[in-house]
C-alpha cells in the first residue's frame, strides 16, 4: 500500500570533530575522513581522524574523570539521573537522529523510528533505574570478622562499536558503563560516526561531567587498536568481526585488559512443518532481511521440514517480489543499501560463489539501481551445509534455505558451526521446542519469534559468537569489580 508520509528532511550535520575531556577538538593531526551516505554515494561530512595520540588524550582525560573530580564524588542515584535525562533528550530528538542513523548507516527510516530509537532509549533508561540497586553482600566467614563485598566499577572502558547499529550499540555500551561508574573512551565505526558524536553533545546538554565520555572516530588498526592497547584502559568492549577480536585479544594480553566480545554469526532458523505458517514465513523473512541483513543475529541458515519446504520456499519469493528498496529517508522503503563497497563486494562474492557451488538462486542475486549500495533481496534453494554460503557469516540481504527431514540429524547440522549466537524454531509442538532450545548451542533462543530484543534480556554468544554478554543483569557484571572487605572485630 502506497503510504502518504513524506520523505524525511536531510538532517544538519552538527558534530564531526573528536570529543575529548568535555571538548569538541579537531585530530592532532588535523586529517579527517569522509563518511558518506550509502544511498547515494555522495559524502555527507569530513570527520576528524583520531590516532593514537587522541587516543591518549581521551584515556588520560577519562582516568581524571574516574579517579577524581565530580563523577567520582556523585552518588549512584545521580548518575541514574542523568541516564534518565540522556534518554529524554534523545527521546525529545528522535526524529533528528532516525534521519541521521538512516543518512549515514543507509537503514530505512522505519526502521530506525520502529527500532534503533525506542531500544536506544529503552537500554538507557533500562540501566538508569540500575545505577541505585548495585549492592554486595555480607559473607560468614570463620573467625571473629565482619566479611563484606562491594561491587565498584572497573574504570575506564574502551568500547569499539560496528556500523550496523551505530546509536543502538553506543547504548548498549554506555548504559551499563554509566551506571557502574565507569568512564569511557568510544571508538565508533569509521562508516558511520555521526549519531554516536550526536549522542555525546546530548550527554554533554544533559550534565555528565567533562571526561567521563570521551568518542575518538577513526580507523580500526590506529584509533581503534590505540585503545587497546592503551595502558590507563582496563576494559575493552567489543562489537564486530571474530578476526578482529582475535587481534583485540592479541594487543589487548601486554595490559590484560578485561575482554567483552559480541561478534557474528550464523544462526539456525528452523521451521517445522507443524508451524503457523503464516507467521514462520514472516519470521523467517525478517530475521533475516531486517536491517539489509547486516545484523549479528541473522537468521541466515534457514533449515525447513521437507514437507512444507516448497510451499515455503515460494511464499519467500513472493515477499521479496513485492519488497521495496530505495531511498532510506521515505518512509515506505522497506530495504535500504549496504553499508559501504566493500559490504557490497563481499555480499556479491558469495552470491558468485552460491551460485558455483550448485544452489539455485531464485530471487535477487543482482545490484538494485545505478547508484548506491544496493543488493537485490536474494534467496538460495538447495543450498547444502559444506557450501560457503551454508558457514560464512555473509551479512547481507542473501538467505540460504536449507531441507531437513530428521530432528537429531538436524540439531547436530544446526551446531556444526563455530559460531553460537541465536537460534531459532518454529512449531507447534512445546516439546520440540523445548527440545531444540535445549539441544542448540546459542546464547539466544526465540521461539515462534525473531529478533525480539528487550534491554533485560541478556545477549551473546558461544563459541565463537563472543564472550561475556550485553543487556540485563549480566551485562552489567563486566563493568564492575568486586571488592571483598574483612574486618577483625577480635
Ligand atoms: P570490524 O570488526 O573490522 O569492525 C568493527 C569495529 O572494530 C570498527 O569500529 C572498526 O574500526 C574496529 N576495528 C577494526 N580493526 C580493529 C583493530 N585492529 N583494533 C581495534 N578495533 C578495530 O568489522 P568490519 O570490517 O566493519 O566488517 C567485516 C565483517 O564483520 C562484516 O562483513 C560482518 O561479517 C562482520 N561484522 C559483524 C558485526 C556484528 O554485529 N557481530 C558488526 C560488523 C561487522
Ligand atoms: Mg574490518
Same mark, same amino acid.
Not at 131 to 152: M, Q
Not at 270 to 286: E, P, Q, S, Y
Not at 287 to 308: D, K, M, P, T
Given at each position: 500500500?502506497a503510504?502518504?508520509s513524506?520523505?524525511?528532511?536531510?538532517?544538519?550535520?552538527?558534530h564531526t570533530?573528536c570529543?575529548?575531556?568535555?571538548?569538541?577538538?579537531?585530530?592532532?593531526?588535523?586529517?579527517? #575522513?569522509e563518511?558518506? +551516505?550509502?544511498a547515494t554515494?555522495?559524502v555527507?561530512?569530513?570527520?576528524?581522524e583520531?590516532d593514537? %595520540?587522541?587516543?591518549?588524550?581521551?584515556?588520560?582525560? /577519562?582516568?581524571?574523570a574516574?579517579?577524581s573530580g565530580e563523577?567520582?564524588?556523585?552518588?549512584? =542515584?545521580?548518575?541514574g539521573? $542523568?541516564?534518565?535525562?540522556?534518554?529524554?533528550?534523545i527521546?525529545e530528538?528522535q526524529?533528528?537522529?532516525? /534521519?541521521?542513523e538512516s543518512?549515514?548507516?543507509?537503514?530505512?527510516?522505519?526502521?530506525?523510528?520502529?527500532?534503533?530509537l *525506542?531500544?536506544t532509549?529503552?537500554?538507557l533508561?533500562y540501566? %538508569?533505574?540500575y545505577?541505585?540497586?548495585?549492592?554486595?553482600?555480607t559473607?560468614?566467614?570463620?573467625?571473629?570478622?565482619?566479611?563484606?563485598?562491594?561491587k565498584?566499577?572497573?574504570?575506564?572502558v574502551g @568500547?569499539?562499536?560496528p556500523? +550496523?547499529?551505530?546509536?543502538?550499540?553506543?547504548?548498549w555500551?554506555?548504559?551499563?558503563?554509566?551506571?557502574a561508574g565507569?568512564?569511557?573512551v568510544?571508538?565508533?565505526?569509521? @562508516?558511520?560516526?555521526?549519531t554516536?558524536?550526536?549522542?555525546?553533545a546530548?550527554a554533554?546538554? %544533559?550534565g555528565?561531567?567533562?571526561?567521563?565520555?570521551?568518542?575518538?572516530p577513526?580507523?580500526?588498526?590506529t584509533a581503534g587498536?590505540?585503545?587497546?592497547r !592503551?595502558p590507563?584502559?582496563?576494559k575493552?568492549?567489543f562489537t564486530?568481526? !571474530?578476526?578482529?577480536a @582475535?587481534?583485540?585479544?592479541?594487543d589487548?594480553s601486554?595490559?590484560?585488559?578485561? $575482554?567483552t566480545?559480541e561478534l557474528?554469526?550464523?544462526s539456525?532458523n528452523i521451521v517445522f512443518d507443524?508451524?503457523?505458517?503464516? /507467521?514462520a514465513?514472516?519470521?523467517? !523473512?525478517?530475521? $533475516?532481511?531486517?536491517?539489509?541483513?547486516?545484523c549479528?543475529?541473522?537468521?541466515s541458515r534457514? #533449515?525447513? !521440514?521437507? /514437507?512444507?519446504?516448497?510451499?515455503?520456499?515460494?511464499?519467500?519469493?513472493a515477499?521479496?517480489?513485492?519488497?521495496r528498496l530505495?531511498?532510506p $529517508?521515505?518512509?515506505a522503503t522497506?530495504?535500504? *543499501?549496504?553499508?559501504?563497497?566493500?559490504?557490497?563486494?563481499k555480499?556479491?562474492?558469495?552470491v558468485?560463489?552460491g551460485?558455483?557451488e550448485g544452489a539455485?538462486?531464485?530471487?535477487?542475486?543482482? =545490484?538494485f539501481?545505478?547508484?548506491? #549500495?544496493?543488493?537485490q533481496?536474494?534467496?538460495?534453494?538447495?543450498v547444502?551445509d559444506q557450501m560457503?554460503?551454508a558457514?560464512?557469516?555473509?551479512?547481507?540481504?542473501v538467505?540460504?534455505?536449507?531441507? #531437513?527431514?530428521d530432528?537429531n540429524?538436524?540439531?547436530?547440522?544446526?551446531?556444526?558451526t563455530m559460531?553460537g549466537?541465536a537460534?531459532a524454531?518454529?512449531?507447534?509442538?512445546?516439546k520440540k521446542?523445548?527440545y531444540?532450545?535445549? @539441544?542448540? =548451542?546459542?546464547?539466544?533462543v526465540?521461539?515462534?519469534c525473531y529478533n525480539?530484543f528487550? %534491554?533485560?534480556?541478556?545477549f551473546?554468544?558461544?563459541?565463537?559468537?563472543?564472550?561475556?554478554?550485553e543487556l540485563?543483569?549480566?551485562g552489567?557484571k563486566p563493568y564492575?569489580?568486586t571488592?571483598t572487605?574483612?574486618?577483625?572485630l577480635?
Amino acid at each position: 500500500m502506497a503510504t502518504v508520509s513524506p520523505v524525511a528532511a536531510l538532517p544538519k550535520i552538527k558534530h564531526t570533530q573528536c570529543f575529548i575531556g568535555g571538548r569538541w577538538v579537531d585530530s592532532l593531526s588535523g586529517k579527517t #575522513f569522509e563518511t558518506v +551516505n550509502p544511498a547515494t554515494e555522495e559524502v555527507i561530512a569530513t570527520v576528524a581522524e583520531g590516532d593514537a %595520540a587522541d587516543v591518549d588524550v581521551a584515556a588520560k582525560a /577519562a582516568r581524571d574523570a574516574f579517579e577524581s573530580g565530580e563523577w567520582r564524588k556523585m552518588s549512584a =542515584r545521580e548518575r541514574g539521573r $542523568l541516564l534518565y535525562r540522556l534518554a529524554d533528550l534523545i527521546e525529545e530528538n528522535q526524529e533528528y537522529l532516525a /534521519a541521521l542513523e538512516s543518512l549515514d548507516n543507509g537503514k530505512p527510516i522505519r526502521d530506525s523510528r520502529a527500532a534503533d530509537l *525506542p531500544l536506544t532509549i529503552q537500554c538507557l533508561r533500562y540501566y %538508569a533505574g540500575y545505577a541505585d540497586k548495585i549492592h554486595g553482600y555480607t559473607i560468614p566467614i570463620d573467625g571473629n570478622f565482619l566479611c563484606y563485598t562491594r561491587k565498584v566499577p572497573t574504570g575506564v572502558v574502551g @568500547q569499539i562499536i560496528p556500523w +550496523n547499529f551505530p546509536m543502538l550499540m553506543t547504548a548498549w555500551k554506555w548504559g551499563p558503563a554509566l551506571t557502574a561508574g565507569c568512564t569511557i573512551v568510544m571508538k565508533p565505526a569509521e @562508516q558511520t560516526p555521526l549519531t554516536c558524536l550526536a549522542m555525546a553533545a546530548l550527554a554533554q546538554e %544533559a550534565g555528565f561531567p567533562d571526561g567521563v565520555i570521551n568518542v575518538v572516530p577513526g580507523f580500526g588498526p590506529t584509533a581503534g587498536a590505540a585503545v587497546v592497547r !592503551h595502558p590507563l584502559i582496563d576494559k575493552i568492549a567489543f562489537t564486530g568481526e !571474530h578476526r578482529t577480536a @582475535q587481534i583485540i585479544m592479541r594487543d589487548a594480553s601486554e595490559t590484560l585488559k578485561r $575482554l567483552t566480545f559480541e561478534l557474528g554469526g550464523k544462526s539456525p532458523n528452523i521451521v517445522f512443518d507443524d508451524c503457523d505458517l503464516d /507467521a514462520a514465513v514472516d519470521g523467517a !523473512h525478517f530475521g $533475516l532481511y531486517f536491517n539489509q541483513g547486516q545484523c549479528c543475529c541473522a537468521g541466515s541458515r534457514l #533449515f525447513v !521440514h521437507e /514437507a512444507i519446504h516448497d510451499k515455503f520456499v515460494d511464499r519467500l519469493v513472493a515477499k521479496n517480489q513485492v519488497r521495496r528498496l530505495g531511498n532510506p $529517508l521515505d518512509p515506505a522503503t522497506e530495504q535500504g *543499501p549496504q553499508v559501504d563497497q566493500a559490504q557490497y563486494d563481499k555480499i556479491m562474492s558469495f552470491v558468485d560463489k552460491g551460485k558455483s557451488e550448485g544452489a539455485r538462486c531464485l530471487t535477487g542475486g543482482e =545490484r538494485f539501481g545505478d547508484r548506491g #549500495f544496493f543488493v537485490q533481496p536474494t534467496l538460495f534453494e538447495g543450498v547444502t551445509d559444506q557450501m560457503s554460503i551454508a558457514s560464512d557469516e555473509i551479512f547481507g540481504p542473501v538467505l540460504s534455505v536449507l531441507k #531437513f527431514r530428521d530432528m537429531n540429524d538436524l540439531i547436530r547440522r544446526a551446531n556444526n558451526t563455530m559460531y553460537g549466537l541465536a537460534a531459532a524454531v518454529w512449531t507447534r509442538d512445546i516439546k520440540k521446542a523445548h527440545y531444540v532450545a535445549e @539441544q542448540v =548451542r546459542a546464547g539466544t533462543v526465540w521461539v515462534n519469534c525473531y529478533n525480539v530484543f528487550d %534491554a533485560a534480556a541478556p545477549f551473546g554468544g558461544f563459541k565463537m559468537s563472543g564472550s561475556g554478554r550485553e543487556l540485563g543483569e549480566d551485562g552489567l557484571k563486566p563493568y564492575l569489580e568486586t571488592k571483598t572487605v574483612t574486618m577483625s572485630l577480635g
